[in-house]
């Protein structure tokens, strides 16, 4: 009985031990992405090219060139969280448009539940786009909330 013996007990085991493991963390990941999104810009503000920041709300502006105020400004965006490709009609009720040393721009916004990104609209995760909106609201134009005023 000369044919092939038995595999050696390392790669096979590991194999049938990993290869659960894997499946689980993908899933795990999957369902991450899925309830939470992909958060951006976490380390926006930790650049050291942003040149200026302008935020703008309601058709209010306000423009911010030192290094502080700009680091400061760069937070805010990082709270949002993006899942899928959306479409949106109209621009963005709140945005930052961040202008880097080399003169390119990024610009990250929000317009009801849907997140603007670089160019691009994604559904937003949770209710990041209405935190952002508030944050943004009471950082810079007074306000506490602006979803309990009226006209």
Do not use: C, H
């Not at 007990?9 to 049938?16: A, D, E, F, I, S």
């Not at 040149?51 to 937070?75: E, M, N, P």
């Not at 609209?121 to 602006?146: C, I, K, N, V």
């Amino acid at each position: 009985m000369g044919g092939k013996g038995k595999e050696k007990p390392g790669k096979g085991t590991l194999w049938r031990y990993l290869r659960p493991s894997l499946a689980a963390g993908t899933v795990v990941l999957a369902a991450f992405f899925v309830l939470q999104g992909i958060p951006l810009a976490r380390t926006l503000y930790r650049r050291t090219d942003l040149v200026s920041v302008l935020v703008v709300q309601d058709g209010r502006q306000v423009l911010f060139t030192d290094k502080d105020d700009i680091a400061y400004a760069a937070q805010v965006p990082g709270m949002l969280a993006r899942r899928f490709p959306a479409k949106a009609a109209g621009e963005p009720d709140t945005l930052y448009v961040f202008t880097f040393e080399d003169g390119s721009e990024l610009e990250i916004g929000v317009l009801g539940n849907a997140v603007y990104y670089d160019g691009k609209w994604y559904s937003g995760a949770a209710s990041t786009p209405d935190l952002f909106r508030q944050l943004t609201a009471g950082r810079y134009f007074g306000e506490r909330d602006r979803k309990g005023e009226k006209g």
